[in-house]
């Protein structure tokens, strides 16, 4: 089984969102290794992701993270990202870090609280005028530790009440999108915990509300491409955040835990029309590098993508309809199989060298000098981390 020319140039289309604080250090609770050559500014981490981009044509866009992420003058950080051949994407709001939400945020009782809540999301769409960025996405630490602590029914009462008035902020052109997580930092429940929270609060909101759907945050053993495929037939799939996960929310390279997850929820994507020009998904990464280098990490997580999302357009989906309808299950099974086995990574070595790319985007950033050049260049200063 091969790729053929109409395959191939099916791939053209495919773009990853890059965010920002995958170049920045990270950790976890335990420790945050230091690395050199690490991003000091937004700046800086817009050249890093940039590279990405010029050696595999896949990661147009960088998302950013407020305030992490603030500079005085994002049109000056927009023109950058524009004279490096990328562009700013999807602005991710933050209310987990301020003492102030320690009990929650757009959900919170006190509504001084939520009032700051809003009023940062207020900020972040004014970023979004600036950079030109169309999706605000919001998740939310909103939750609660022990049973009784708060009152569940009144946190969802104020979290619609919160989300509409940011929903009315937005500009025409801007959607809002709700990212769940079903635990953590909240361990007793959480306002968002899933997909169904989610979309229903979308519904509320408007058309322009959309669900986000983030790979690391689900029970283990959950069917992610069922979901995948139901937010599709309900026109409400926004975004994704790719990652891969063991255990929880453990942020590795997306596709290195489980290939063949990411083979199904990207067959679920092309199959639902998620894969086509107009389906207005955010194919986001939202991984750290705690001890690989960066710039590789997300050179090997925007590979995997195009790998499986290779494999998914390879099923042939002809021949698997004939055996669906025909109620014969092996053989359907087989068709699925028979893509998923293929390796497509001489194809698409080759896809690359004909458009101009290397054809091994890996060793062609260890042979670049570039991570030499930071390492030597961005001494002094403090680094970007996860959180600063
Ligand atoms: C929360 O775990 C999350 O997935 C959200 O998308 C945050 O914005 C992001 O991680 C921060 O890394
Ligand atoms: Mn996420």
């Not at 170049?23 to 992701?49: C, H, I, M, W, Y």
């Not at 519904?203 to 995948?228: K, Q, S, W, Y």
């Not at 942020?251 to 020009?277: K, S």
């Not at 290779?310 to 002809?318: G, M, N, S």
């Amino acid at each position: 089984m091969t790729l053929n020319e109409a395959q191939l140039r099916e791939l053209e289309r495919q773009a990853i969102e890059l965010p920002s604080w995958a170049f920045g250090n990270s950790g976890t609770r335990f420790k945050v290794f230091a690395q050199s050559g690490v991003p000091r500014d937004p700046f800086e981490k817009l050249s890093d992701a940039a590279q990405v981009h010029h050696l595999t044509g896949l990661a147009p866009s960088v998302a950013l993270h407020i305030p992490w992420d603030l500079v005085d003058d994002f049109s000056a950080l927009r023109t950058h990202a524009e004279s490096l051949g990328v562009r700013l994407g999807t602005i991710n709001s933050n209310t987990f870090q301020d003492d102030e939400y320690k009990l929650g945020s757009l959900a919170h009782s006190d509504a001084s609280v939520r009032q700051r809540a809003i009023d940062h999301h207020f900020t972040c769409i004014d970023v979004m005028h600036e950079t030109g960025s169309t999706d605000l996405k919001i998740w939310l630490a909103d939750g609660t530790n022990y049973p009784g602590q708060d009152d569940m029914r009144a946190r969802q009462d104020r979290l619609a009440e919160s989300l509409a008035v940011i929903y009315e902020r937005l500009g025409a052109e801007q959607r809002l999108v709700l990212e769940y997580k079903f635990f953590e930092p909240a361990f007793y429940h959480t306002d968002v915990p899933d997909w169904g929270t989610s979309y229903a609060h979308c519904v509320e909101l408007g058309e322009r509300a959309m669900v986000c759907l983030d790979t690391g945050h689900h029970a283990p053993g959950t069917n992610i491409e069922f979901i995948v495929t139901q937010l599709l037939r309900l026109g409400r799939l926004g975004a994704f955040d790719f990652n891969s996960r063991f255990y929880a929310d453990d942020d590795l390279i997306v596709g290195a835990a489980d290939p063949f997850q990411l083979f199904r929820i990207l067959y679920e994507v092309v199959r639902g029309g998620g894969y086509e020009p107009d389906s207005g998904i955010t194919f986001m990464l939202d991984q750290c590098h705690n001890i690989e280098q960066k710039i590789p990490g997300q050179i090997r997580s925007v590979l995997n993508v195009q790998e499986m999302t290779a494999r998914a357009i390879l099923v042939d989906r002809e021949s698997l309809n004939t055996a669906q309808q025909a109620g014969d299950v092996l053989g359907a099974h087989q068709i699925m199989m028979d893509a998923f086995y293929t390796d497509v990574r001489p194809a698409l070595a080759t896809w690359r060298e004909t458009r101009g790319l290397p054809g091994d985007p890996m060793a062609a950033y260890a042979e670049s000098g570039y991570q030499k050049q930071i390492e030597d260049d961005r001494v002094g200063g403090s680094q970007a981390g996860w959180g600063a």
